[in-house]
């Protein structure tokens, strides 16, 4: 089982809960976050902050998989996945919702 917090504003802090051992320390955001997600298959683990970006991290090795930094004007707010793990839909304090194809990242709609 694993846990996530936020520490220092900017570093996402993954935990092992039965162990209780931190796993790793994710450093990517340059502003303070926000917002994450925990995919229900729990392969992903995606963060928004600050920094206007989106990023999507493996949950198997916590490579980093994707930088999505031109979504936004201004800061992400939250985020939802739909149900089947194929879209995602990153709300910003700029008032829009992007829907990104996690097959193909860097198609986005904007709402």
């Known amino acids: 089982m694993v846990g996530l917090s936020k520490t220092n504003l900017e570093h996402l802090v993954v935990y092992h809960l039965e162990e209780k051992v931190v796993l790793i320390v ?31 991290h493996s949950t198997g090795n916590f490579l ?9 004007m201004s800061d992400v707010r939250s985020m939802r996945m739909n149900p089947f793990e194929s ?3 990153p709300a ?5 919702i992007n829907m ?9 709609i904007t709402c």
């Not at 980093?64 to 936004?72: F, G, N, S, Y």
């Open 100 to 108: 990104i194809s996690l097959n193909n990242p860097e198609k986005v």
């Open 92 to 96: 910003g304090h700029d008032k829009r």
């Open 87 to 89: 879209y995602l839909l």
């Open 26 to 56: 994710l450093k990517e955001h340059q502003g303070m976050i926000n917002c994450v997600l925990l995919s229900q298959k729990r392969k992903m683990i995606i963060s928004g902050g600050d920094d206007n970006c989106v990023l999507i």
């Open 64 to 72: 980093l998989l994707h930088r999505l930094d031109k979504l936004h």
